[in-house]
C-alpha cells in the first residue's frame, strides 16, 4: 500500500510540475523546438532544473542500500548504444516535435478531454503494446514456469 500511495504522490507531483512550466501546452513545446523561428528557450530552463532535481536524486538514491518501498533496487543493466535504443530517441523526438506531446504530458492532458490528446494517449498505448509483443517474440524462450513480466515503455 506504500508503494501504490508513494506512485500516486509521486505522480500528482510530476503532474503539478508539467503543468506549472508550461510541459503541457504544445505550442509552448513546437515552439521551444522551433530553433530556427520564433524560438522559446524557457523550456530549456525547465529541463535544466529536471536534470539538477535528478542528479541529486539519483546520487541520494544510490547511497540507500534497499529503497524505501520496494524489496530491492531495480537499476538498469543495460549500458550500450544499440540500433533499439537509437531507433526509439528517433520516434520519440520526430512525435513531440511534430505533435508537441511527450507521455507525461499526454496523460496529464487527458483531463482537458480534448480528441486530439485521447487519440495520441490511445496511439501511445498501442505503440506500446506492440513494442511489448514484438519484444516477446523476438526473445529467447523463458524457463518453463517463467513468464517473462511485460515492461514499461516510456521517454
Known amino acids: 500500500m506504500k508503494a501504490i500511495l508513494s506512485s500516486l ?3 500528482l507531483i510530476f503532474g503539478g510540475g508539467l503543468l506549472i512550466s508550461g510541459m503541457t501546452e504544445t505550442q509552448k513545446v513546437q515552439g521551444f523546438l522551433d530553433i530556427f523561428g520564433d524560438w522559446d528557450p524557457s523550456l530549456a530552463i525547465v529541463m535544466a532544473a529536471a536534470l539538477v532535481v535528478a542528479f541529486f536524486g539519483f546520487i541520494l538514491a544510490r547511497r540507500r ?6 524489496a530491492q533496487s531495480l537499476w538498469p543493466t543495460k ?6 535504443l537509437i531507433a526509439g530517441a528517433v520516434l520519440f523526438g520526430a512525435g513531440w516535435g511534430l505533435i508537441g506531446f511527450c507521455p507525461g504530458p499526454a496523460i496529464a492532458d487527458l483531463s482537458t478531454g480534448a480528441p486530439g490528446v485521447i487519440l495520441f494517449v490511445a496511439a501511445m498505448a498501442v505503440g506500446m503494446v506492440a ?6 517474440r523476438n526473445a529467447p524462450p523463458a524457463p518453463i514456469g517463467k513468464e517473462p ?3 514499461a515503455s516510456c521517454g
Open 9 to 11: 504522490v509521486a505522480g
Open 65 to 70: 542500500a534497499t529503497p524505501v518501498f520496494a
Open 79 to 84: 549500458t550500450a548504444i544499440d540500433t533499439p
Open 131 to 136: 513494442q511489448n509483443l514484438m519484444q516477446r
Open 149 to 151: 513480466a511485460l515492461e
